[in-house]
């Protein structure tokens, strides 16, 4: 249990300097901290933080230990300390000695030259997604990667009082500590949290079997079908138990340049192989049709492409992706008056539901007009 002691025997003061209280968000105790003491004192955008709260009792300081307990030193105040204070504090001057050694102790920490670069990735955009466990994903790739296999144990703290916020500060720390050897990456990728196959798996099952007939149609269509079938196959198992929670995950990859149209790619472009003419814009179909067998690609990159059961996915431009519905024009005799109709049908909405409204279902739908007279 925690301990008290006195240790002098005057009363403690009331703190009453201006430093404590002028911050009211986690950019103003940004700036006021590092952005004084660093010398690239400026950011953009602040992303995320693990202050998001009682700032009226935060005071920023250059060394918020150092400076802490020399002020409740000098002005009479009580001081409470953690292990994981002293240890963060500890970490942090170990940072700076590390850094400025770097080649000298090279060989204490990695067996490569130069830096490597680590990648960990998330579910999610930069105004989502956990940063701190971002940072906390990247120790396991520096442990991966470094000789000392006891390292990531030594730095993260493990004491009674430890929270998640002190992990991730440690995190941070270890990656700031090993920065002359590794670079860091954090991708970001979109994601569905939860998804719910209606029907039984007979149904998936019937509708997997309807594949075979596409071979009929011609190669195209016998390409498209070679593309279907490892999706539906995972649909199927999904009623297994088994969901393959790597391929749920794999549905879409965006890549943006900075002038044209952002490339998509992942399975859901096995429903884009024709554009709106008709016109085949999917992968080679030799290349489809001769799948590797064995060959899965789990890797999502810049130049992500997927491969299922070793039939390789393609990409296509986000303005590519054709309509999800059709049109045809329907002759009506409504007990002898005559009208020009057309039909139109397919997917052309999407259905919002839940009582939290967060969650999302194709709409498909039809709807019959009269086609105009005279048109435009």
Not at 141 to 169: A, G, M, Q, R, Y
Not at 252 to 275: D, E, M, Q, R
Not at 324 to 347: A, I, Q
Request: some cysteine; aromatic content about 10%.
């Amino acid at each position: 249990m925690p301990v008290t002691f006195k240790v002098a025997n005057h009363d403690a003061m009331p703190i009453k300097t201006a430093t404590y209280g002028r911050c009211k968000n986690a950019s103003d105790v940004l700036t006021s901290s590092w952005g004084r003491k660093s010398n690239a004192n400026r950011f953009e955008e602040l992303l995320q933080s693990s202050f998001s709260s009682d700032f009226g009792n935060l005071g920023p300081q250059g060394n918020g230990f150092v400076d802490t307990i020399i002020h409740a030193y000098n002005q009479h105040h009580h001081l409470v300390l953690r292990p994981d204070d002293v240890w963060i504090a500890i970490l942090g001057q170990f940072n700076f000695y590390v850094n400025a050694n770097a080649e000298q102790l090279r060989s204490h920490f990695v067996a490569h030259e130069g830096k490597k670069e680590l990648t960990v990735s998330a579910v999610g955009d930069r105004y989502t997604v956990n940063f701190g466990s971002l940072a906390n994903q990247m120790t396991e790739k520096i442990h991966e990667n470094v000789v000392d296999k006891t390292l990531k144990e030594w730095i993260l703290p493990d004491f009674s009082t430890t929270s998640f916020n002190d992990v991730v500060v440690c995190a941070v720390l270890m990656m700031s500590t090993l920065k002359q050897y590794f670079s860091y990456r954090m991708e970001l990728f979109c994601g569905i949290p939860l998804v719910t196959l209606e029907g039984e798996k007979e149904d998936w099952e019937k509708l997997l079997n309807r594949l075979d007939k596409l071979a009929s149609f011609g190669r195209e269509p016998e390409a498209w079908g070679a593309l279907l079938r490892p999706i539906l196959r995972r649909f199927v198992s999904a009623f297994d138990g088994k969901p393959d929670i790597d391929f749920w995950a794999r549905i879409c990859h965006v890549k943006n340049y900075a002038s044209g149209t952002p490339i998509l790619s992942g399975w859901i472009t096995a429903f884009c192989v024709w554009g709106s003419t008709g016109k085949w814009q999917g992968p080679n179909i030799d290349k489809v049709l001769s799948p590797s067998p064995g060959e899965d690609n789990t890797r999502r990159g810049r130049d992500f492409q997927l491969v299922l059961d070793g039939v390789r996915y393609g990409s296509i431009g986000q303005d590519k992706i054709p309509v999800g519905f059709c049109d045809v024009d329907v002759k009506l005799d409504d007990n002898g008056e005559l009208f020009d109709c057309m039909m139109v049908s397919g997917h052309v909405a999407g259905r919002l539901q839940g009582p939290e409204r967060d969650t999302l279902r194709p709409a498909p739908g039809w709807f019959m007009f009269i086609k105009p007279t005279n048109p435009a």
